[in-house]
C-alpha cells in the first residue's frame, strides 16, 4: 500500500504563485508516477500534470502548461507542485495521487489518492 498526503493550499490573488507538496509514504518503490488532479465545484476531475518516480519525466495538462512545474525530492518521498502566474480558474481542490500503472493521464489509473487542499484564486 501506498499513503499520500497533500499540503499547501490557500487563498491567492490572480497573478500569484502557490506550491503545493505531496508526501508518499509506504510501498513507494511501487510507484510508476504520481501525479496531481484538481476538481472544481460542479466540475470533474482533470488532470493537472503528472512525473514519472524513475526517470522524473513531467507531463502537464495544456491548460497549466508553461505556469505549472512538477518537481520531486527522491530522497524525501515528496513531490511538488510550482504553481505560477495563477487565474482564477485555477480555483479547486487539488488532489495528490500516485498509480503503480504504465499510464498517467486518467484518473481511474491511479490506485491512491490524498484527500485533496483547496486553492482559491481571487480576481
Known amino acids: 500500500q501506498v499513503q499520500v498526503a497533500e499540503s499547501g493550499g490557500g487563498l491567492v490573488q490572480a497573478g500569484g504563485s502557490l506550491r503545493l507538496s505531496c508526501a508518499a509514504s509506504?510501498?513507494?518503490?511501487?510507484?510508476?508516477?504520481m501525479g496531481w488532479f484538481r476538481q472544481a465545484p460542479g466540475k470533474e476531475r482533470e488532470f493537472v500534470g503528472a512525473?514519472?518516480?524513475?526517470?522524473?519525466?513531467?507531463s502537464y495538462a495544456e491548460s497549466v502548461k508553461g505556469r505549472f512545474t512538477i518537481s520531486r525530492d527522491n530522497g524525501q518521498n515528496t513531490m511538488y507542485l510550482q504553481m505560477n502566474s495563477l487565474k482564477p480558474e485555477d480555483t479547486a481542490v487539488y488532489f495528490c495521487?500516485?498509480?503503480?500503472?504504465?499510464?498517467?493521464?486518467?484518473?481511474?489509473?491511479?490506485?491512491?489518492y490524498g484527500q485533496g487542499t483547496q486553492v482559491t484564486v481571487s480576481s
Open positions: 495521487a500516485a498509480t503503480t500503472r504504465g499510464t498517467i493521464w486518467l484518473s481511474r489509473d491511479y490506485e491512491y
Open positions: 509506504g510501498r513507494t518503490f511501487i510507484i510508476y508516477a
Open positions: 512525473i514519472t518516480w524513475t526517470r522524473s519525466t513531467t
